[in-house]
């Protein structure tokens, strides 16, 4: 199934906020290691899907572990410059990174049948979509060794701290699911009311296929701020 999402117009209120601009905050880092204010992930954007995530670009780590954002329109200011600028939700630095909702879905359901053996299947998919890793910012900065958890990909990261969201965490979210998996087998009886038993098996969320690093790439689509962002709760 292709799924289409633009929006159109943006009008009334939002969190008791007016909707006149046409760039509306609606997913924010929060307490998943983005140090600052500036710290916007997802938007409501016109002309854009539902949950575009709108990022800084980013191109490197320094020497002291500080991270470096792509200057996009090129006047020497970043929100990590020593003289910040270019700060902000409209930000000339940020980019339209890609959207929350999936692109296309798909769901199959086979089912054969060998004599006296049955096995059916429920596939699903969803594609076309990005996750904002916000569970792996927060544990990526070496600034927090010793005092929390951090990852062993914090290592060659090498992040001081996360201190703006950036590309850098948003992955492909596309993943492909073997949600039900069914094997039946049928046995012929002499019972005299009954003919014939079955017996079956069923198994639910078997395999998943993604190259999402988090634990799982299906995360909730239901509106909330938190579509697309991964916060490491389940």
């Known amino acids: 199934t292709s799924i289409q999402n633009v929006i159109k117009e943006l009008s009334g ?7 006149k601009t046409d760039t509306v905050r609606w997913g924010a880092g929060g307490t998943t290691g983005v140090a600052s204010s500036d710290n916007g992930i997802s938007y409501l954007m016109k002309g854009f899907s539902i949950g ?7 191109v490197g780590v320094d020497a002291y572990g500080n991270q470096i954002l792509d200057d996009i329109n090129k006047n020497g200011l970043t929100p990590l410059t020593p003289v910040s600028g270019d700060v902000g939700d409209r930000s000339p630095d940020r980019i339209v990174a890609g959207q929350m909702l999936p692109k296309f879905t798909i769901g199959f359901t086979p089912s054969m049948s060998y004599k006296n053996l049955d096995i059916s299947m429920v596939w699903r998919g969803a594609y076309g979509h990005k996750i904002y890793n916000a569970f792996r910012a927060q544990m990526s900065s070496l600034s927090q060794i010793g005092q929390s958890n951090v990852l062993k990909s914090a290592v060659s990261d090498n992040f001081t701290n996360v201190v703006v969201a950036s590309d850098y965490f948003l992955e492909d979210g596309s993943w492909t699911r073997l949600e039900n998996l069914t094997i039946g087998y049928k046995v012929n009886t002499k019972l005299k009311y009954v003919s014939s038993l079955r017996f079956s098996i069923t198994g639910q969320n078997l395999l998943m296929f993604s190259n999402y690093s988090g634990p799982d790439a299906e995360l909730r689509l239901d509106g909330g701020v938190a579509s697309g962002i991964d916060f490491g709760t389940f």
């Not at 209120?13 to 909707?19: A, D, E, H, T, V």
């Open 52 to 58: 575009s995530f709108l990022l800084y670009r980013h």
């Open 13 to 19: 209120s939002y969190n008791g906020i007016q909707l």
